[in-house]
């Protein structure tokens, strides 16, 4: 019987930490494409009156699927740093953020998790 109530135990300390680190890293992912990231290399989000950076949101949609998105038309644009209409590149006239944010991220993702696992346990 003590050998059931150790694993028991031993699964809920393994389940919380697991836990800890999905949202750590869902957390870290959405600071990223918003705000940029030393650790990811994405430079966030273009300021040019705050419209784009300010929709973006995350969202807890089940146990381990968290998602962070934006309803605005032109963040692929943004995102691709080309016209969505003519497919030229654009200019990027902010001091802050740039292109390519979520691409960033993404390719970087496991170092996020490295940190969050490194901060947490």
Same mark, same amino acid.
């Given at each position: 019987?003590?050998?059931?109530a ?8 393994i &389940?919380?930490? @697991?836990k ?6 869902? $957390?870290?992912?959405?600071r990223? /494409?918003?705000?940029?990231s ?6 966030? @989000? ?7 950076? $300010? ?5 807890? +949609? *089940?146990?381990? +699927?968290?998602?962070?998105?934006t309803p605005?038309?032109y963040?692929? *644009? /943004?995102?691709?740093? &080309? ?9 990027? &006239? ?9 691409? &960033? ?10 940190a969050?696992?490194?901060?947490? +346990?």
């Amino acid at each position: 019987m003590a050998w059931a109530a150790d694993l028991a135990r031993f699964d809920a300390k393994i &389940r919380t930490r @697991q836990k800890r680190v999905f949202f750590a890293t869902a $957390n870290a992912m959405h600071r990223s /494409i918003v705000f940029g990231s030393a650790e990811t290399g994405s430079p966030g @989000q273009p300021v040019d009156q705050g419209d784009l950076k $300010n929709s973006w949101h995350a969202e807890h +949609l *089940a146990e381990f +699927l968290f998602a962070t998105s934006t309803p605005m038309i032109y963040a692929p *644009a /943004i995102e691709e740093g &080309r016209s969505l209409v003519t497919g030229k590149r654009l200019t990027l &006239r902010s001091s802050t953020g740039g292109f390519h944010s979520v691409l &960033r991220t993404k390719d970087q993702f496991q170092k996020l998790v490295n940190a969050a696992v490194k901060k947490l +346990l």
